[in-house]
């Protein structure tokens, strides 16, 4: 879908580089400013100021990839980004979880772990997220390892790195490394992890991020340029204008990962929304965030590069606000073309929770999509008169040989259906789909069966932890 005419999509496109060529963006890591000195960009050694031209953003998208791919330590999970094709990822960062039977809590690893099993279980979801909860009874410094090793243990899915200073970002690509049983050199070559690189809009690279954007690039794992610009308070409050600031920090963080490695994989992140201007509050899910997330998709195609956005609500409840909300940001994402959608599933409360229930009723919204997103079959059983020929007036289509041959494939069984007589409806209390969904979470749990790893990995990986954890202590890694 396309929302911007020719004439607009140039317009942000020419204000963005605008932007780049005389504002600049700021750069807080020196090492960076460095290496975009090195090649060629005007670093302003006082303010952390760079201002690069044209020729550098041309340059840069030259060498680019158009898709790429995640292998995981199951070649079968491999995942590509870019062209035709669509992914969804597990809720990443919040800091609280909530069920509804255990109420709202602080994340923690149990919990964190269930999360990793359901994203294994279910069939719409193709990533790990970047810390589903935060384990916060874990040390901060050195909590990454675990919920690395709970990734692999426990799934045998991609998942994402966190990027917040190298040490992190090397973790996960060392650890994913091991659990392929391959070397840094060759998942140089096929990468296996990915991370987001969060500009702290407006135009600003703070140095974490800045580093581990240098670490993943410098060892060929993909990044994903994100820009949070929330319209009203990091971004002008016009869509206009916040793509055009999108667009620029973007396109930066494109150039300065093609200036660690040229041909690193790279994608275009998008996380524009707006604010509730009476209380400043995020808000996700509105008109607005839904044309940027289509908007999003026609710049990152005129750049030829993998998209990624993001599947948010601002409801504080698995609810109909949540429901619908997430529905709205979610055909934004789709009719985008997102290669990557961003907490798909378990998003809650503005990104602050991570909900069991709501994963459950995401899912069953992903898998709608996914059925959207199958071509349509037009053949000449389609087309011909054999199938309503054999209906007689008064019949009906359930027991036409046409109906049942197709049945298996055509029609969508929902996770939290309600087709049941009105007896069982009785039994059952008339429990509304959110109840239900927390039977399904439950479900799945005792079902769940975890991946086989290989026992050598899994000590390898034990002795990989025990070690980093004695290098970083208390300090960060």
Not at 181 to 194: F, H, K, M, Q
Not at 271 to 286: M, Q
Not at 367 to 392: C, S, Y
Request: aromatic share 8%; charged share 20%; proline share 5%.
């Amino acid at each position: 879908m396309e929302v911007l005419t020719a004439d607009q999509l140039e317009g942000i496109h020419l204000t963005s580089l605008r932007i780049l060529e005389e504002l600049g963006i700021e750069l807080r890591s020196p090492r960076a400013c460095e290496i975009m000195r090195a090649a060629g960009a005007k670093v302003d050694d006082a303010s952390g100021m760079v201002c690069i031209d044209r020729g550098l953003v041309e340059q840069a998208l030259a060498t680019a990839p158009r898709s790429f791919t995640l292998t995981p330590r199951n070649p079968a999970r491999q995942v590509t980004f870019g062209a035709n094709h669509v992914n969804f990822g597990l809720v990443a960062g919040p800091p609280n979880v909530h069920d509804r039977e255990r109420g709202r809590r602080s994340g923690n690893f149990a919990d964190y772990c269930d999360f990793i099993r359901l994203a294994h279980y279910f069939n719409a979801i193709h990533l790990l997220g970047n810390q589903v909860c935060a384990p916060i009874e874990l040390p901060a410094g050195s909590r990454h390892l675990d919920t690395y090793r709970a990734n692999i243990r426990y799934s045998d899915l991609a998942y994402h790195v966190s990027a917040i200073g190298a040490g992190r970002a090397l973790d996960g690509i060392r650890m994913m490394a091991i659990g392929r049983g391959i070397t840094l050199e060759e998942i140089a070559v096929s990468p296996g992890v990915i991370t987001i690189i969060s500009v702290n809009s407006p135009r600003r690279f703070d140095e974490g991020m800045s580093e581990g954007l240098l670490a993943m690039a410098a060892h060929g794992q993909p990044v994903v340029i994100t820009p949070f610009t929330l319209m009203g308070a990091m971004a002008p409050v016009s869509l206009a204008a916040a793509l055009a600031q999108q667009n620029a920090e973007a396109l930066f963080g494109v150039v300065l990962a093609q200036a660690v490695r040229p041909g690193t994989p790279v994608m275009y992140g998008a996380f524009t929304s707006n604010v509730d201007l009476r209380s400043g509050a995020p808000a996700f899910g509105t008109p607005e965030n839904a044309k940027a997330n289509v908007a999003s998709g026609q710049l990152a195609r005129r750049y030829g590069l993998p998209y990624r956005t993001s599947n948010a609500s601002a409801s504080n409840a698995a609810d109909a606000q949540g429901a619908y909300e997430t529905q709205m940001s979610l055909w934004g994402a789709i009719l985008g073309h997102a290669n990557l959608v961003y907490h798909a599933a378990g998003w809650q409360e503005g990104g602050l929770t991570a909900s069991f229930e709501k994963l459950i009723l995401d899912v069953e919204m992903l898998q709608l999509m996914m059925q959207f997103l199958e071509p349509v079959r037009v053949d000449e059983a389609e087309l011909g008169f054999e199938a309503i020929r054999g209906v007689k007036t008064g019949g009906h289509f359930f027991g036409e040989p046409h109906t049942l041959e197709r049945y298996e494939h055509a029609f969508y069984e929902p996770l939290v259906s309600n087709w049941q007589s009105y007896e069982n409806w009785q039994i059952a209390g008339g429990h509304d789909a959110t109840e239900r969904a927390t039977g399904i979470w439950k479900r799945a749990l005792a079902e769940y069966e975890e991946p086989p790893l290989d026992p050598a990995i899994a000590a390898a990986l034990d002795d990989y932890v025990v070690r980093r954890r004695a290098d970083i202590g208390d300090g960060e890694p």
